[in-house]
């Protein structure tokens, strides 16, 4: 058997669809970009996550960008970050000019809160808190309370967690800001692509300033001497939009989300049953609302899991190097040590392969795989 860990899913349906609104466009009947397909994506959204605003971007990592850049993040700001995630969750705050602070995680491989608490200073303008694999961190609202009281903005990085609720909540309507990936490997994709949710009129006017290069064609801005032509740069803005090319995905995807995320949690009970006594392999904690971007185990043993699998054709994945141990970041002045559970846990973890096209036919055969014993391995 071989297949890959992340497939993009699009129905038959979609698929016929969305060449046909391709077809409409390249025929010179749409707009290839800033036209009502990103416009009907955006308020779809909005919609699915109970937030009144959402501004699509051309990729998470530029919706972080802007929502710091919204909140004028100076130099000596400091942002709190998880080391257990991605590296763009670091490096838009290096890229917006301000300082990285990193903590440690909890025993759920999810910020640590009181680790946070004692990084906070006079200078902390922000936290970035990861919904890492899909899961919301349970101590959320918590959070935030704790922030509001000291003016600090919680931004919600929602790349895992498209569907996730916590209390009936969805991801990205908790902080001030949400910042949502499609890349190809995530719950719902547009190839490349990511959007902004938040409550805030004031926050994303900005938010939509600076998303195209800080111009604003306001029709009060339409004077005598002006026509509909008229545009003013308010300040320097930058060019992340996302294309209706793929807002017309990002629409289609927004249709099957329900029916993905109930695979998704149907493919981790099967492997949440298959490894409840199996003592050698340790399950993610499942909390309601989890959203499984990632089924991450951990073995003791992780790269000769790794490299089993891989003979099996079976693409597993290690997700994340912790931020901090990059050569960029030692340079920093940080070391191997600093953190020690998102240490601990990168030695250990490994995500099995998990999306809605996934047969039981391939998930049985990960599963026998993955428990096979240790001794009859190649």
Known sequence: MNYKSVLPFFHDEDIDKILNEFREILSGNGMLTKGPRSKEFEKKYAEYTGCKFAI????CTTALEIVLKTIALKANDEVIVPTQTFIATGSCV????????????????????EDLKKKINDKTKA???VHFAGLIHPRIFELKQYLNERGIFLIEDCAHSNGAKIDGIMSGNIGDFGCHSFYSTKIMTTGEGGMITTNDEE???KLLLLRTHGTTKDSNLMQENHGGWYYEMQELGYNYRLSDLQAALGVAQLSRAKNGLEKRRAIAAS???AFKHITQIKSPFYRAGHAFHLYVIQVADRLGMYNHLKSKNIFAQVHYIPVHTMPYYKEQGFKKGDF?????YYAQCLSL????SLTDEELQYTIDSVIEPEDSRQ
Request: proline content about 7%; aromatic content about 12%; some cysteine.
């Open 127 to 129: 936290v970035i808190i």
């Open 94 to 113: 290096v890229t917006c000019g301000g300082k990285v602070v990193f903590c440690d995680s909890d025993d759920d491989f999810l910020l640590d809160i």
């Open 271 to 273: 492997y949440d049953k």
């Open 56 to 59: 699509s971007t051309n990729s």
């Open 353 to 356: 392969p998990m999306f809605p």
């Open 203 to 205: 926050l994303y006017k």
């Open 340 to 344: 020690p559970l998102s240490e601990d």
